[in-house]
């Protein structure tokens, strides 16, 4: 060992019990026969490079023949000073049974994000010169308060580590004033940002994965609650950059 260079050698030990965390969960992967069917066939996986070398995982659902929504988190990094949006986005849509994937040419997130990084506006759409496969999964723009919802993503817990789709069931409510919705239930972890939260009665979308509340053991996931002025938003932006909405 080199004289000029120091080290100080520390002692590690295992603390915590990953199997819980770690073990294949079979009961929770979609089927490749349903994988071809509604909500699944608009939803994928989302690659996403950060540049200098960095990259990341997320999800996303097909909300408009162009346009994709997933978590605004995926889209942007906005921490302190070296906050950009991501430029390099590719979407494998039912991955890893994709026969294409797709590069998007543009995205959005809310400027309320940028500014106060809360979850009700964790939200974004990304934009696609060409129409992408699968169904358009519906938002529910004023959901009840409280029901029964799955979750739908890409996360890299259950030794999948993101190559298959995984499906969490629960129940849901709006515990705080602001507009976001509290998912019990949703065991998922990173990689699964950006799915969709559906109604598990009317089928619509509700919500989409943005954090865990209370840390890994946590089975609590937020989202922001979807509201009309998010498909106003929508509608806005498809016309504007003159995309069909259906």
């Not at 019990?17 to 490749?32: F, H, M, P, R």
């Not at 997933?70 to 390099?88: G, M």
Request: proline content about 6%; aromatic content about 12%.
């Amino acid at each position: 060992m080199s004289e000029n260079i120091k080290f100080n050698v520390v002692s590690t030990k295992q603390e915590k019990d990953w199997n819980a965390y770690l073990k294949k969960q079979e009961g929770k992967t979609i089927s490749v026969d349903k994988l071809a069917k509604y909500p699944y066939n608009g939803i994928g996986k989302l690659f996403i490079y950060e540049g200098e070398r960095r990259h990341q995982f997320g999800s996303a659902f097909k909300v408009a023949p162009n346009v994709l929504m997933t978590a605004a988190h995926c889209l942007a990094n906005i921490v302190e000073e070296r906050a950009y949006h991501f430029s390099d986005i590719t979407y494998c849509p039912i991955f890893p049974y994709h026969n294409q994937s797709y590069t998007a040419i543009g995205l959005t997130i809310p400027d309320s994000y940028i500014e106060f990084k809360h979850t009700e506006n964790d939200y974004g759409f990304l934009f696609f010169d060409t129409e992408l496969p699968g169904n358009i999964l519906p938002i529910e723009p004023n959901p009840s308060k409280t029901g029964m919802c799955f979750s739908i993503g890409y996360p890299d817990s259950y030794q999948y580590f993101g190559d298959k789709m995984i499906q969490a069931y629960g129940n849901y409510d709006k515990p705080y004033l602001q507009e976001m919705l509290i998912m019990y239930g949703n065991d998922m972890r990173s990689g699964c940002s950006g799915g969709p939260i559906i109604d598990g009665e009317s089928g619509k979308v509700i919500s989409l994965n943005s954090s865990n509340i209370d840390g890994e053991n946590s089975r609590r996931m937020s989202g922001p609650m979807m509201r009309p002025e998010i498909l106003t938003a929508l509608r806005e932006l498809t016309e504007t950059l003159n995309l069909p909405l259906v």
